[in-house]
């Protein structure tokens, strides 16, 4: 039997433990075999010398993690105890400032979480067309909105244009009241919650207003040569063969996008064909453009999301 104490005084014992001590009960459940007992700012471990041992190198984890960002969700927390074999945590050990994308407001730091998140950065910083590919909750939008908001901050980019097809998620809206901005917005809805985590509302209304940022349905990029900008087609699964094309060949000179899209989550009309397949079918081999696909492992939302995505994922095997 082997005792140890580990002293959290640095870290928000709050975040450490979770509301109603909802992470201790995850510590618990992680190490059955180890008595767990939590008095104010300690950890008290007792239980094999190898599950102790392993137990502290977790705790440490999670410990430098808080130390360096303050916060951690429930599904970080999960992620680090490696819940699952295999699970991808190296992004939670001590890291390079470098990787850092964005600061946001409040000094909040925005990053790559996963290894195929931190494969998107490095495409993108190699290629000019990324294509990124995966189901919800993986972080293809939030890392494409960081790398943008990332480029403009580095004087890389002019301007950013993040776009949409304007296509209902299988129910009707009908007809929504107001202008045209107010009846196209709910569909941009998500990028505008990403730029809200990585730009001061002050300085994120400016940009706007100025166009500097721009936000639009996909429908609204026809005609127009998209130069110096960063440049992202988002839920492109989405977009017909002739609006992938059509945005694609909008890109100008100086110019990056990223394409991100789900294809198990296709909102178009039956007789329509979704233009991503064939684009990231056809185009995949072109010097230039890049690809990753991200799976359930990079799931960055509640924890049960990565259960519900393996659930589906199984049923279309029934």
Request: neutral net charge; aromatic residues 6%.
């Amino acid at each position: 039997m082997t005792e140890s104490i580990i002293n959290l005084e640095n870290v928000n014992p709050i975040e450490f433990f979770g509301v109603n001590n909802g992470k201790l009960d995850l510590l618990k459940k992680k190490f059955p075999l180890l008595k767990i007992l939590s008095r104010g700012t300690q950890l008290k471990l007792s239980g094999s010398p190898e599950e102790v041992a392993t137990a502290k190198e977790k705790i440490g984890q999670i410990v430098s993690y808080l130390e360096r960002n303050g916060q951690l969700s429930e599904n970080y927390f999960e992620q680090i105890l490696g819940e699952e074999e295999g699970g991808n945590i190296d992004h939670f050990k001590d890291s390079n400032p470098n990787e850092v994308l964005v600061f946001g407001p409040n000094g909040r730091t925005i990053r790559a979480k996963t290894a195929n998140q931190k494969k998107m950065v490095g495409l993108a910083d190699k290629n000019d067309i990324v294509f990124a590919i995966g189901p919800a909750g993986t972080g293809k939008t939030y890392t494409a909105v960081a790398l943008a908001v990332r480029a403009l901050k580095n004087k890389a980019v002019r301007k950013i244009i993040l776009t949409r097809p304007a296509v209902e998620a299988g129910e009707s809206l009908g007809f929504l009241p107001g202008d045209l901005k107010e009846k196209i917005d709910p569909y941009l809805r998500p990028l505008y919650d990403a730029l809200d985590d990585m730009i001061p509302a002050d300085k994120l209304s400016y940009f706007m207003t100025n166009r500097i940022i721009e936000i639009a349905p996909l429908a609204y990029m026809r005609g127009r040569t998209l130069d110096n900008a960063f440049i992202l087609l988002d839920e492109a699964q989405n977009c017909t063969d002739l609006q992938m094309k059509m945005f694609l060949t909008r890109i100008g000179s100086s110019a990056k996008a990223i394409i991100t899209g789900d294809k198990t989550q296709i909102d178009l009309p039956k007789n329509q064909k979704s233009g991503l397949d064939k684009a990231t079918r056809i185009l995949k081999n072109i010097e230039g453009i890049g690809y990753v696909e991200l799976d359930e492992e990079d799931v960055v939302r509640h924890r049960l999301v990565k259960a519900i995505i393996r659930a589906y994922e199984a049923a279309k095997e029934d």
